[in-house]
């Protein structure tokens, strides 16, 4: 009986993930005196950089504030806060495995990501459509047959594109770009007709090109999106200090005004104001915080 017990005690024990064995995040920070950010380089304006390659945007600023509450629960005023890139491939692997502790970036919390990493409650809502040249004169998924279609490597948009044209006969050629700057520039030099992404991303895209009279936002809205902090799963502590701190942001009305800075007001580097005002759903979510998947909406 007692051997019988054991046995699966350790074998439950061995099932359990890594940093849950060693107490988590928490216990990885305060042991390195580091905590790791992983950052988006032209994911405007959530998470980009500067003209001084510095990260900068509204989420950067939301993480920055769970940084605060990190050093504040640790006691270590002077914790060495790094930057990692990440991209759209890898962003998942490296907070899964322990190198990113927080993705503050443009990410999707949908069911098949939360069977791999924890996100906190949603901080923005976008909807996935399509920039185009206005020259072009497209301005359906239906007119995009037989042409060439940017997006962004490790992106859902493409899938999601099929399935709104399953069965409509609509043939369009997939080109990659290795992250939203790069999927932007095939659309800037023809070598895609169109790029589908967040609308915001495309609209702070737009906002900071060459020439952005040149360009629209149109087409059918594919996805409702609910854009979420991650952080690795199976960390409990972690989750809820990140929750809290998120939360808090929300009660205490500040989350309104980085909302305000980043999408209502001018931004660097060429201090342009993108005009993009809270939509509906993200209000409801700043009142009833939720870190439900896009497949809730």
Same mark, same amino acid.
């Given at each position: 009986?007692?051997?019988?017990?054991? /046995?699966?005690?350790?074998?439950?024990?061995?099932?359990?993930?890594?940093?849950?064995?060693?107490?988590?995040?928490?216990?990885?920070?305060?042991?390195?005196?580091?905590?790791?950010?992983?950052?988006?380089?032209?994911?405007?304006?959530?998470?980009?950089l500067d003209e001084r390659q510095q990260?900068?945007?509204?989420?950067?600023?939301?993480?920055?504030?769970?940084?605060?509450?990190?050093?504040?629960? %640790? !006691?270590?005023?002077?914790?060495?806060?790094?930057?990692?890139?990440? @991209?759209?491939?890898?962003?998942?692997?490296?907070?899964?495995?322990?190198? =990113?502790?927080?993705?503050?970036?443009?990410? /999707?919390?949908?069911?098949?990501?939360?069977?791999?990493?924890?996100?906190?409650?949603?901080?923005?809502? /976008?909807? =996935?459509?399509?920039?185009?040249?206005?020259?072009?004169?497209?301005?359906?998924?239906?007119? %995009?047959?037989?042409?060439?279609?940017?997006?962004? @490597?490790?992106?859902?948009?493409?899938?999601?594109?099929?399935? &709104?044209?399953?069965?409509?006969?609509?043939?369009?050629?997939?080109?990659?770009? !290795?992250? &939203?700057?790069?999927?932007?520039?095939?659309?800037e030099t023809d070598r895609a007709v169109?790029?589908?992404?967040?609308?915001?991303?495309?609209? $702070?895209?737009?906002?900071?090109?060459?020439?952005?009279?040149?360009?629209?936002?149109? $087409?059918?809205?594919?996805?409702?999106?609910?854009?979420?902090?991650?952080?690795?799963?199976?960390?409990?502590?972690?989750?809820?200090?990140?929750?809290?701190?998120?939360?808090?942001?929300?009660?205490?009305?500040?989350?309104?005004?980085?909302?305000?800075?980043?999408?209502?007001?001018?931004?660097?580097?060429?201090?342009?104001?993108?005009?993009?005002?809270?939509?509906?759903?993200?209000?409801?979510?700043?009142?009833?915080?939720?870190?439900?998947?896009?497949?809730?909406?």
């Open positions: 009986m007692h051997r019988r017990l054991s /046995t699966t005690l350790f074998l439950a024990l061995l099932a359990l993930p890594a940093f849950a064995q060693d107490s988590g995040t928490l216990k990885k920070v305060r042991d390195n005196g580091s905590i790791t950010l992983g950052i988006r380089e032209s994911s405007y304006p959530l998470s980009y990260p900068i945007g509204y989420h950067i600023d939301i993480c920055n504030r769970i940084v605060d509450a990190v050093k504040a629960k %640790l !006691k270590l005023p002077a914790l060495k806060v790094q930057h990692q890139a990440v @991209t759209s491939q890898n962003r998942i692997p490296l907070v899964a495995n322990g190198t =990113v502790d927080l993705e503050c970036g443009s990410t /999707t919390n949908n069911e098949a990501r939360q069977k791999q990493v924890a996100f906190a409650p949603t901080t923005f809502v /976008t909807n =996935v459509r399509m920039a185009v040249k206005k020259a072009s004169g497209i301005q359906s998924l239906a007119q %995009l047959g037989g042409k060439p279609v940017a997006t962004t @490597t490790g992106t859902t948009s493409v899938q999601l594109m099929r399935a &709104h044209e399953k069965g409509k006969g609509i043939d369009f050629k997939e080109v990659y770009g !290795k992250d &939203h700057a790069d999927s932007f520039l095939m659309l169109a790029f589908v992404m967040d609308d915001n991303l495309l609209a $702070g895209l737009i906002a900071t090109s060459k020439a952005p009279n040149n360009y629209a936002i149109v $087409g059918e809205v594919l996805s409702i999106e609910p854009i979420a902090i991650m952080l690795r799963r199976g960390d409990p502590e972690f989750k809820k200090l990140v929750d809290d701190t998120v939360k808090g942001l929300m009660k205490s009305g500040e989350i309104n005004k980085l909302y305000s800075r980043w999408f209502m007001a001018p931004i660097p580097p060429k201090q342009v104001n993108l005009n993009f005002p809270m939509s509906e759903l993200l209000k409801f979510l700043i009142e009833s915080p939720s870190d439900a998947p896009a497949e809730s909406f």
